[in-house]
């Protein structure tokens, strides 16, 4: 019995030295939400160039992320139950509203990290912001993206750094209307608030999660388009417009204020893939500012 007690015993111990023992946890990760603008970077194969934009305006395809887990480019944890996003160039965070143009949805999100690496996807939705505009997972939908200048500017003084835009984010005066007593009366006159917003109600904080609210607008999908750059003068245009010749490149002329503009613009495209296949195009010719606009 003894012998058999220790046969088990050393066999316990080869089995003990043939199991490794599980690593330690991981550390947990502590979110620093932070204004960010960052340097020039490369995707892989595109380089982007980060600059504040508490205007921007533009049209482009959304794709959905995957499911991520770390910390964001301005220091918050990746969340794909939250309404966020991912751009290549704006300042982070930021508030936009985006629309789904294809159906009308409309939803308010906070940009927080950068992406997409394809230049030809203007924005990454996170998991949840893709289900509310109703963008499937790997697919991918034409938007428009509207930056919230008010809020945007509010955000950036909570955290610090940045711009500020004391003006615009400043509380609107209240106005009140004053009942006075009759002449010679005891009693005491009145004052309500009939217009404007207390200060605390201007100056709301801008919360951690948007809130998830849907808005219907009308669906104008528009056209799909490849823009290749932006000039003062026809000649300049001219000579990346006979770069893209093979493409159908054409240069359109417009007028922004007292300037005319000539802009290489080629389409439209039936579809997101051709318009792909056009900017793949495009950026091995060296036209390295062409992106997918919708009109």
């Known amino acids: 019995m003894k012998r058999l007690l220790a046969l088990f015993a050393g066999l316990a111990l080869i089995v003990q030295g043939c199991v490794k023992a599980p690593p330690p946890p991981l550390p947990s990760l502590k979110a620093s939400p932070h204004y960010v603008l960052g340097r020039p970077y490369n995707s892989g194969t595109t380089w982007f160039y980060p600059a504040e934009s508490f205007s921007l305006d533009e049209t482009g395809i959304a794709s959905v992320q995957d499911d991520q887990t770390g910390l964001t480019a301005d220091g918050e944890l990746r969340d794909p139950t939250a309404l966020t996003g991912a751009m ?50 790997g697919g991918a939908a034409r ?85 290749c750059g932006s000039f003062g003068r026809f000649t300049y245009a001219n000579v990346v417009a006979a770069k893209l010749s093979g493409l159908g490149a054409d240069v359109v002329r417009s007028r922004e204020g007292r300037d005319t503009v000539f802009t290489v613009q080629i389409g439209p495209f039936a579809t997101i893939a051709q318009a792909d296949r056009a900017l793949a195009e495009a950026l091995r010719d060296g036209v390295i500012d062409a992106r997918i606009t919708i009109e």
């Open 143 to 227: 938007v428009r993206v509207q930056v919230d200048d008010v809020l945007s500017h509010r955000l950036v003084d909570q955290l610090g750094g940045g711009p500020r835009l004391d003006i615009a984010t400043a509380p609107k005066a209240a106005i009140t209307a004053e009942t006075l007593p009759a002449p010679g009366s005891a009693a005491k006159g009145t004052t309500r608030m009939i217009g404007g917003a207390a200060p605390e109600e201007a100056q709301a904080k801008v919360p951690d999660r948007m809130p998830e609210a849907i808005r219907m607008t009308y669906a104008s999908p528009g056209q799909l388009y490849l823009r």
């Open 88 to 137: 290549q160039t704006i300042q982070l965070p930021a508030i936009v509203d985006l629309t789904n143009l294809e159906n009308g949805r409309q939803i308010t999100l906070r940009v927080n990290d950068r992406g997409p690496a394809s230049p030809g996807r203007i924005i990454a939705l996170s998991a949840r912001a893709a289900l509310f505009l109703q963008i499937p997972p």
